[in-house]
């Protein structure tokens, strides 16, 4: 018995020493609900994604602290994990006075902007058709081999910068930039990327990328709060540097009113496609109403409806969210 009391007393002390020094969180949202999608046989269709994630900082002392961040999708109807184990995020890096720096698989930092703008938190209401809409022919959701930097908030401004390194020999790096600035109800944001050299075209994945080309795109966008209602835009051009794919441009507006005990949503965005030698054609044109039911801070019911023209999808669902 005093063998196992001195023991317990042993590794007592080390979890509370290693308590004092780092801090380890788990969090995650568990999303479920019944949807409805017609005009094609398989579209997907989501509201958040379910997902579990560990982060945590250590002091160094000096006022710099190591951090890190570990995120894993799930499929909760069914529970099985959804690409590779921690696709979502995988990151190590500093936190100091001069921002933050990460390194590993993460958010594309320019992509990461529409949840800013976008009513439904870029997660959509027809088959996630705004996300390619507005990464018009070059930007995706995540990118590995990233080094992110972000500035320390200056008077509302935060600079962003990631590079991209590639894996195929003479191919090369991506970069991303993207200025964000919040003060009270205004929000701004600007980016570019330079999206690092493709083997294969992220439009269609048949038109193989010479080594070397680097498709680019920039966005804008901004949103206003006033009262109840929020009103938000952004404006994004893209050129694949490829003849056969050419170049996109897309655009969407939101709003936002708190209703109730809750938050009525509308979304229209439009995407089009230009070729040399041709007529440009839309791409998407998609329609969105919405709303959120805040049972509590952590918890949601919503009911929403979309209709997207090009493809002539329209799509019904109601759920429950809950963040953890």
Sequence with gaps: ???????????????????????????GVVDLGLAKTSGASTVERENHASRLGFKGTEDLGNGLSAIFNLESEILADTG??????????????????????????????????????????????????????????????????????????????????????????GADAGVDLLLTYDNGPISLHAG????????????????????GVNPNMYVIGGAYKFGDIKLSGAYAKGDTKLAKTGKYDAFLVGVVYTLGQGDAKAVYGKGKQSIAGK?????????????????????????????????????YQMGISHKF
């Design 1 to 27: 018995m005093k063998k196992l009391t001195l023991a317990a007393l042993v590794i007592g002390s080390f979890a509370a020493s290693a308590q004092a020094q780092s801090n380890v969180s788990i969090y």
């Design 192 to 211: 570019y990327e330079r999206a690092v050299s493709l083997t294969a075209s992220k439009i269609d994945p048949n038109v193989q990328v010479p080594t």
């Design 80 to 169: 099985a994990q959804k690409g590779a184990l921690f696709e979502r995020q995988a990151t190590v890096g500093l936190k100091g006075s001069f921002g933050t720096v990460n390194i590993g698989r993460t958010k594309n930092l320019v992509d990461s902007a529409q949840v800013r703008v976008e009513p439904f938190n870029a997660d959509g209401v027809v088959g996630k058709v705004n996300e390619s809409m507005m990464r018009v022919g070059v930007s995706g959701s995540r990118v590995s081999n990233a080094i992110t930097y972000n500035s320390p908030n200056m008077e509302g401004f935060v600079a962003s910068a990631q590079v991209v390194l590639s894996e195929v020999s």
């Design 279 to 315: 007529d440009d054609v839309d791409t998407t044109k998609e329609f969105g109403l919405g709303y959120d039911y805040h049972l509590s801070k952590r918890t949601d019911l919503y009911a929403y409806a979309g209709r997207e023209r090009v493809k002539s999808l329209t799509s």
